[in-house]
């Protein structure tokens, strides 16, 4: 009598922690960096400047670290859409104020609620992307031509919205709150408890989907150290933001984490699931690496890039709601000045490559800390706006720079 056995299931071998380093280090050597260059970049400037002012690590400081970095964050988390298609929006600064103008018109001259406010402003962001989006897809315009043209236009938008250069006072409280309060102390720590715990799982269930598919996953040794190194920083974060940073806190107390950082987390999140885990994300990286390629393997590239110019415009919309809440008001400068050069700054800085087909929702924030931090603490140690302008530009072009030699490396080493 012969009996068949069943073909034995192989299962993937799980590396070691020494050979994830070593598989991370040929990475980088190949060119593959990821945020490493930002990551570095924030750690040093960190640990400059808090030699050199010893004040830029108390807890009213970092603090206002978060607040004054949320506008040029939000505003790269839509620019990094429009980069990974090698595209470029120019008008994303003033494209958030004409929608904080919006805002602060429906709030203050309409008197109508902070909601239906919050809609226009979002909606004005949506028809502006629709609109930029068609003309370099369907109408074939090079997008810097484009967004060069609406950098102009919605300078003069802005100042017809704010009546020739007024300045629109904004005082719900709920608009407010968002770049001015602070969540309780017991909710912040509730927040990190659910966020950390989110993204144990989060990793936990990847590595167990991959084994399970016969697939390498990371070690548990690994899987601890990223979980262990994110619940520290995170936690001693928390722990110096609930702090009491008032100075005089029998009037007034300020302590929690600002309302705007669950706001950046959750669309940070959000994006991240976008690129990551949809067909649309992935979608945009095809299109990005090789449009052509894209459209004959079956991509849509004319509707991918319009969601990506929507996407843009409607983060810059979020950007304007910050700002017009942090400046409790709306005038003709709002979404002008440096906010465009920073934002794109910020993405770049990050790691986003200029050439598409690179880069991460992750990125924007990185580079949106470095760009903070650099402001910040400059301003703390009294260089003026032009040594501020000038490093920002210095770093912002050793970052295109670092990018540029990863390319080369990647394409010498065969990984690109």
Not at 21 to 38: K, Q
Not at 72 to 86: E, K, N, P, Y
Not at 115 to 132: K, N, P, Q
Request: aromatic share 6%; glycine share 12%.
């Amino acid at each position: 009598m012969s009996t068949t056995m069943a073909p034995k299931r192989t299962t993937a071998e799980t590396p070691t922690l020494g050979a994830g380093v070593r598989s991370y280090l040929e990475r980088v050597r190949g060119g593959d960096m990821g945020a490493l260059p930002a990551v570095f970049g924030l750690i040093v400037l960190c640990a400059v400047f808090t030699a050199l002012r010893p004040a830029f690590l108390t807890p009213i400081n970092i603090a206002n670290l978060f607040t004054q970095g949320a506008q040029i964050t939000v505003i790269a988390m839509g620019l990094v859409f429009v980069l990974l298609l090698g595209e470029i929006d120019l008008s994303a600064g003033f494209a958030s104020g004409v929608c904080a103008a919006v805002l602060a018109v429906t709030l203050t001259v309409h008197g109508l609620p902070w909601y239906v406010a919050v809609v226009a402003a979002l909606v004005t962001g949506m028809v502006i992307g629709t609109v930029l989006g068609t003309l370099v897809a369907k109408v074939g315009i090079p997008s810097f031509v484009v967004t060069l043209a609406g950098f102009l236009a919605f300078q003069g938008v802005v100042l017809l919205l704010v009546r020739g250069g007024t300045n629109i006072s904004i005082r719900d409280e709920v608009i407010l709150a968002i770049a001015n309060r602070n969540l309780p102390p017991t909710l912040s720590w509730v927040l990190y408890a659910v966020g950390v715990g989110g993204y144990a799982a989060m990793l936990l269930l990847r590595a167990h989907r991959r084994r399970s598919r016969s697939l390498p996953a990371d070690p548990p040794s690994v899987l601890a150290l990223r979980i262990g190194a994110v619940a520290v920083i995170v936690g001693v974060v928390v722990y110096v933001l609930n702090l009491e940073r008032s100075l005089n806190p029998l009037r007034i107390s300020l302590k929690g984490v600002p309302v705007v950082v669950p706001l950046i987390v959750l669309l940070l999140i959000l994006w991240t699931f976008v690129l990551r885990k949809t067909a649309f994300g992935r979608h945009i990286y095809a299109v990005g690496g090789n449009a052509e390629a894209a459209r004959r393997a079956g991509i849509n590239v004319d509707r991918i890039k319009i969601a990506a110019f929507v996407i843009c415009s409607t983060m810059a919309a979020v950007g304007g709601i910050v700002a017009a809440s942090r400046g409790a008001s709306v005038d003709p400068n709002t979404g002008g000045s440096n906010v465009l050069l920073y934002a794109v700054g910020a993405a770049v800085i990050g790691g986003t490559s200029l050439f598409g087909g690179k880069g991460r929702v992750l990125d924007a924030v990185l580079g949106g800390a470095v760009i903070a931090v650099i402001d910040n603490g400059m301003g703390l140690m009294g260089y003026s706006a032009g040594v501020k302008f000038i490093v920002t530009g210095a770093v912002l072009l050793l970052a295109a720079g670092v990018d540029a030699l990863s390319r080369k490396r990647a394409a010498a080493s065969g990984l690109r």
